[in-house]
């Protein structure tokens, strides 16, 4: 199996109310979209589009991760992990300055699997396709681990796990344990080619192999609270 990724590049900065499946359509005709892809789009742009983005100073910032959190997970000093509204677990609750105007932030979309479905639809009549998977993607930290990755926070037409349960692995013995975060992994593969400085907010990702799995949401990849062994984190002053 080969994997293609191909930034899409030549997208201008994103305003409120613009249509990203329109201006994605042409970069994505000249890049050969066919049917079996997958386009990757930051959660950066689609807050952009979607009025997402409010004014903030450091109070104001405050209060908006206040809004966007669900839970708290986690405290030290400034730096909050929460869960969000959507069931995330992320610094600040999504609420980030990156990439937008001075003196402004970020939120998660409301519905970033319903975004991605509507970015999707619209590419599909745009470009004729009828197979087409759409992922919405967000930089998240890692327990354990060291650095940023990008995460699946919004999906449509294609799978967000694959449940590999049941099947042998090379040597024939059965498979316990693993489901794979496809939608991750995409997501994760997309950041190659879109970095944090580089104005590449969406990519094509060829060649991803989806086997009989059926579509799914990125809320599938969230870990129900009665499987949550690390559901608690340390909240300090």
Do not use: Y
Request: proline content about 6%; overall charge negative; some cysteine.
């Amino acid at each position: 199996m080969t994997i293609e990724i191909r930034p899409i590049e030549g997208l201008p900065e994103i305003r409120e109310g613009d249509d990203l499946a329109a201006m994605l359509a042409a970069p994505l005709r000249a890049l050969g979209a066919r049917d079996g892809d997958v386009v990757v789009v930051t959660q950066k742009i689609v807050s952009k589009a979607e009025g997402r983005v409010v004014p903030a100073d450091r109070d104001e910032r405050s209060a908006w991760i206040r809004r966007e959190t669900h839970r708290v997970v986690a405290r030290r000093g400034d730096l909050v992990i929460a869960e969000t509204h959507h069931g995330f677990v992320c610094a600040n609750a999504g609420v980030d300055a990156s990439n937008v105007d001075p003196g402004t932030v970020s939120l998660l979309p409301v519905d970033p699997d319903g975004s991605a479905e509507r970015i999707r639809s619209a590419l599909l009549e745009r470009l004729r396709l009828t197979a087409l998977g759409l992922v919405v993607t967000d930089t998240f930290g890692r327990p354990w681990r060291n650095g940023l990755v990008n995460v699946a926070i919004g999906c449509a037409g294609l799978p967000a796990t694959v449940d590999l349960r049941g099947q042998a692995d090379h040597h024939g013995r059965e498979l316990e344990m693993t489901v794979v975060a496809l939608a991750d992994e995409v997501a994760a593969a997309s950041g190659l080619v879109m970095g944090k400085s580089a104005h590449v907010p969406a990519a094509l990702v060829r060649g991803v192999d989806t086997g009989s799995a059926a579509p799914g949401r990125a809320t599938d990849l969230i870990r129900p609270p009665d499987e949550d062994l690390f559901r608690e984190g340390t909240i300090e002053p």
